[in-house]
């Protein structure tokens, strides 16, 4: 789930209207193509490895306490490293820090794929790998928010974001389907060898680029870095507000949903197909919601995203009532298209509004925030299968996710936001 910051901005102007000439530019833009291709790629690759590496382990008789062990592990050294990545990614070259991200990412995941091919790997030898990945996570994603202004330039950020959903939205369709197809096969471990291929092409990309350096605020100590971007980030209620919703929807639905989701599915026949399907409509979801606002922008945007975080709840709903692997699939794609419109509207409120030498550090906080609760989410699956039912416990998620989005509504500071002009440095 991805939030946006900004780079080196001061006077923008209001923004237009968006045109098709606007996107074209913006893809004639050398450094933010090879960005584009380096995120695209990367996605594809990543959105294979939850159905494979689930049906994966669980076929060679782990157990879904260990399937969510193993997603924790992942997810545990990102939320502990994220603020340490903030920080670096507003003083060190954003380009540079992904690249090494990348390589470490491509390592691991390449080592897990031998290791599945070849044999039955200690639930421990997982969990590490997992953490090594988490470990890249953590650096790559506070210097990704803050270089998608540097590489698109700051009169197109929105244009950036929404063709960075739509073309992810469109590769994570891909992605599903194939490990699906794959796991079916036997060749789960060759869809996670496609994902460590993929931050090897992200990185080759990186590498290419040719950006400037952002402008870093004066030498500092780590707790004065923090405490400064603590107090930027402490400046906005709406962006804690909608920060603590993404911590609720992490631990109360998307953890459920991409595990319990799987579980149901395991004991039918093809059901490994059958969810790449429901995944894969995920994606498309993603893909019409981003082009749903192409060239719109709502005068209340943040009211818009907490129409979309009630719309997530759709697919655990009907998960929960039984519903036929039709409608699951069509309220995956509502959930895709609702998560696309709060992380174009959402990067685009950040970016607007937040100062560039304060990007990573305030991504980092966002991401920190709103990942802090998925380890707990993917760990307690288990016991929510063992002692609810996997349909109570997303039902209970639906609940919540609805319950937060009229709470989050009835502020103010949700309901009054608009458009500001970018923050100068």
């Known amino acids: 789930?991805?939030?946006?910051?900004?780079?080196?901005?001061?006077?923008?102007?209001?923004?237009?209207?968006?045109?098709?000439?606007?996107?074209r530019a913006l893809l004639h833009r050398r450094e933010f193509a090879l960005f584009f291709v380096a995120t695209s790629v990367s996605t594809l690759g990543t959105s294979m490895v939850p159905v494979a590496l689930t049906f994966a382990l669980l076929s060679s008789g782990y157990s879904v306490t260990t399937v969510g062990a193993v997603f924790a592990a992942e997810t545990l050294p990102a939320v502990v490293l994220l603020l340490v990545g903030g920080i670096v990614g507003d003083r060190w070259p954003r380009r540079l820090v992904m690249t090494g991200a990348?390589?470490?990412?491509?390592t691991s995941q390449g080592l897990l794929a031998a290791l599945l091919a070849t044999g039955h790997p200690a639930a421990l030898v997982l969990m590490g790998l997992g953490a090594c990945v988490g470990i890249g996570n953590a650096f790559y994603k506070p210097a990704e928010d803050g270089l998608v202004p540097q590489a698109a330039g700051s009169d197109k950020i929105k244009q950036a974001n929404n063709l960075i959903s739509i073309v992810a939205s469109l590769a994570s369709v891909l992605g599903p389907s194939i490990a699906g197809l794959?796991?079916?096969?036997?060749?789960?471990?060759?869809?996670?060898?496609?994902?460590?291929?993929?931050?090897?092409?992200?990185?080759?990309?990186?590498?290419?680029?040719?950006?400037?350096?952002?402008?870093?605020?004066?030498?500092?100590?780590?707790?004065?870095?923090?405490?400064q971007g603590w107090s930027e980030f402490s400046r906005y209620r709406w962006l804690q507000l909608?920060?603590?919703?993404?911590?609720?929807?992490?631990?109360?639905?998307?953890?459920?949903?991409?595990v319990l989701g799987p579980v149901l599915f395991a004991s039918v026949p093809?059901?490994?197909?059958?969810?790449?399907?429901?995944?894969?409509?995920?994606?498309?979801?993603?893909?019409?919601?981003?082009?749903?606002?192409?060239?719109?922008?709502?005068?209340?945007?943040?009211?818009?995203?907490?129409l979309a975080f009630a719309l997530l709840a759709t697919p655990l709903l009907l998960l929960s009532f039984r519903a036929p692997v039709v409608l699951v699939a069509l309220g995956s794609g509502m959930f895709g298209a609702s998560l696309a419109v709060i992380n174009i509207l959402f990067s685009t409120a950040i970016q607007e509004s937040v100062p560039a030498s304060f990007l990573s550090r305030v991504s980092s906080f966002v991401s920190v925030v709103a990942l802090g609760l998925t380890p707990v989410g993917f760990a307690l699956c288990g016991p929510a299968e063992?002692?609810?039912?996997?349909?109570?416990?997303?039902?209970?998620?639906?609940?919540?996710?609805?319950?937060?989005?009229?709470?989050?509504?009835a502020s103010r500071d949700i309901r009054m936001f608009k458009s500001q002009p970018v923050a100068p440095t």
């Open 1 to 23: 789930m991805s939030r946006g910051k900004k780079a080196v901005m001061a006077d923008q102007p209001t923004p237009q209207p968006d045109s098709r000439g606007d996107y």
């Open 102 to 106: 990348d390589i470490l990412r491509c």
């Open 182 to 227: 794959l796991v079916s096969l036997g060749g789960a471990a060759l869809a996670i060898g496609l994902d460590a291929a993929s931050y090897a092409v992200s990185a080759a990309c990186l590498v290419l680029m040719r950006v400037a350096m952002q402008e870093a605020a004066a030498p500092a100590s780590v707790i004065t870095d923090l405490r």
């Open 242 to 258: 909608i920060t603590a919703q993404f911590g609720l929807l992490n631990l109360f639905a998307f953890a459920p949903f991409f």
């Open 270 to 306: 093809g059901g490994a197909r059958l969810w790449g399907f429901v995944a894969s409509a995920s994606g498309i979801g993603g893909a019409l919601g981003g082009l749903l606002i192409l060239r719109s922008r709502p005068s209340r945007p943040l009211v818009v995203v907490e």
């Open 386 to 409: 063992h002692f609810l039912g996997a349909r109570p416990a997303l039902g209970a998620g639906a609940a919540l996710l609805l319950l937060s989005a009229v709470v989050a509504v």
